[in-house]
């Protein structure tokens, strides 16, 4: 059972970037998907976050919201966090995790925005 983050990358401020959280082990679809981000020297917090059953519902930090979109596909068991408009303070490591039952965290994935 597990939620792997990917998609990470060096970009320039205003670049884009689109993350994948795939998800194996269990009946993806029964769970609301919550991506954090934790920048360095700061604690983990949470970025967007996707409601289960077809993900009806979507919530996004004031920070990132416009910018940012969650969706999910269910056939491919994985979430998506399409980042556009990239700042220098959107530099951190990317989680994804289930905000009940939360798995393990993985090593998350790397976004650097600089010049």
């Known amino acids: 059972v597990q939620l792997q983050a990917s998609g990470g990358g060096s970009v320039h401020p205003g670049g884009s970037l689109r993350l994948s959280c795939a998800a194996s082990?269990?009946?993806?679809?029964?769970?609301?998907i919550v991506w954090f981000r934790q920048a360095p020297g700061k604690e983990r917090e949470g970025v967007s976050c996707i409601s289960s059953s077809g993900g009806s519902t979507t919530y996004y930090a004031d920070s990132v919201k416009g910018r940012f979109t969650i969706s999910r596909d269910v056939s491919k068991n994985t979430v998506f966090l399409q980042m556009n408009s990239l700042k220098p303070e959107d530099t951190a490591i990317y989680y994804c995790?289930?905000?009940?039952?939360?798995?393990?965290w993985g090593q998350g994935t790397q976004v650097t925005v600089s010049s």
């Open positions: 995790n289930r905000p009940i039952s939360t798995l393990p």
């Open positions: 082990g269990f009946v993806f679809d029964y769970y609301t």
